[in-house]
């Protein structure tokens, strides 16, 4: 069977691009084009740096420092804060600093300072290596969400392209039976000037012709809506038509026997949303490590080095450069923790209860889906089923009444009526067959298997 969407592009969209594509290449194009897609994939692009950035607290801290600065004099004074006269020494100061004879010394006012200072953290109570962990674990959870984003915009695709599908059989009926009904009109309009059929009953028929014409204009705008929403999300130009690819139908159908329990170890090892509430747990593990580590002692290996001018620590300044340098180990503990901290670790004990609920609800809730969609699915294959037999006995219903018209013994209207129903029927199997299909495709994209 093939479904004609041409009336689509003739009646909305002027020197329209037809293209018939399958749901392989929808989904290969919202890979490379769906604005949605893009944007959590660059949110796992900023997770990786934050990866990045988190191991680098690993690495040692270096500090330079370079000052220069203008030394002002300074004053000296007694104990009872009176002033006894500047940093240019004269000799009636001598006895405060047990000294006969200085001469008159000058204050050296231009100075500089120079600091190289290092540390190597050794051993910070386990948070740095939590932290490291809690970012690799937000890659993963940026991750998940590209696969999770992918996985929705797949099955809106996927419920867009089986409706237009679904509108173009719907359509094709409904041109056969607005031809169906013309003929109709003709044949009557015939026999009226024969004066065999009354008016009214081609009023009758005019009527239904009006009402199938509007039911098939309203269904060329909801395929142009349905058209329209696809191609801005794969980002093709305006112009476009997509057309379904018929062969979907014949060349491929779920299997029936497929069971319940397959699906629900399918969803259990893919479900993205069961490994983000998984990952949520391990992060809030990770965030309890770090409230912990607080009670721990901090210990690093530090050098400095300190080159500085003029020397004035002493009550006569020299105009020289004092270097001075060490290496050693350094601890640190907040004995404050002990009383500060508690809080803020039964806190995290609680966010990891409360992450490992969320798994086992999530757990439940997609239990409870693949359930529910699996016995819509089941249900799927009796309504393809109790529809192929309707066809069957349509065809029968149709091969009967061509028989009898063609020995005269119907008239023109019951062999339409059986043609009508025939192709209702034919109507009735695919949308059956896209049901099914939907319905598969709904579990696939509960196990996120799309």
């Known amino acids: 069977m093939t479904v004609s969407l041409s009336v689509i592009a003739s009646s909305t969209i002027a020197h329209a691009q037809q293209q018939v594509m399958s749901l392989d290449e929808l989904y290969r194009l919202a890979d490379e084009n769906s604005q949605s897609i893009r944007v959590y994939e660059t949110g796992r692009q900023s997770a990786a740096e934050s990866v990045k950035a988190a191991r680098r607290a690993m690495l040692p801290d270096v500090n330079l420092n370079l000052s220069g600065s203008y030394i002002g004099n300074a004053t000296l004074m007694d104990r009872s804060f009176s002033t006894q006269g500047t940093t240019e020494i004269h000799y009636a100061i ?103 059929v009354l008016k009214t009953a081609i009023t009758r028929y005019e009527l239904q012709l009006q009402t199938l014409e509007l039911n098939k204009n309203q269904l060329v705008d909801a395929a142009s809506i349905l058209n329209h929403q696809l191609i801005t999300t794969l980002h093709l130009p305006a112009s476009t038509v997509i057309m379904p690819d018929t062969a979907l139908l014949t060349s491929f159908l779920p299997n029936s026997e497929e069971s319940q329990a397959a699906w629900q170890e399918l969803a259990a090892q893919s479900n993205v949303g069961l490994k983000q509430a998984s990952l949520a747990t391990e992060l809030a593990e990770q965030q309890l490590k770090i409230a912990k580590s607080s009670y721990r002692p901090h210990l690093a290996l530090v050098a400095e080095d300190h080159l500085g001018g003029p020397y004035t620590n002493d009550l006569i300044p020299v105009d020289a450069n004092a270097n001075a340098w060490f290496v050693g180990l350094g601890v640190q503990y907040e004995l404050s923790s002990l009383w500060k901290n508690n809080r803020n670790v039964r806190k995290a004990r609680l966010d990891v209860r409360k992450a490992e609920e969320s ?83 709904k579990l696939k994209y509960i196990s996120h298997t799309l």
């Open 359 to 441: 798994l086992a609800l999530a757990r439940e809730g997609v239990e409870n889906g693949v359930q529910a969609n699996y016995v819509d699915f089941m249900t799927a294959f009796t309504e393809v089923r109790t529809q192929e037999k309707n066809v069957e006995l349509a065809d029968q219903n149709y091969v009967v009444t061509q028989n009898r018209y063609a020995n005269d013994l119907a008239l023109l209207t019951d062999m339409l009526d059986a043609s009508s129903v025939k192709l209702s029927a034919d109507l009735a199997l695919v949308n059956a067959r896209i049901n099914l299909l939907y319905n598969y495709y």
């Open 94 to 196: 001598a006895p405060y600093i047990g000294l006969a004879s200085l001469g008159k010394q000058d204050t050296p006012h231009w100075g500089n300072n120079f600091a190289f200072e290092a540390s190597q953290v050794l051993y910070a109570g386990g948070a740095i290596s939590a932290g490291i962990r809690m970012a690799e674990l937000g890659e993963q959870m940026a991750s998940l969400d590209v696969q999770k984003n992918r996985q929705e915009v797949r099955f809106l695709l996927t419920g867009y392209y089986l409706n237009l599908f679904k509108l173009g059989n719907q359509i094709k009926v409904l041109d056969k039976n607005i031809e169906l009904t013309r003929e109709v009109l003709r044949n009557m309009e015939a026999r009226l000037e024969q004066g065999t």
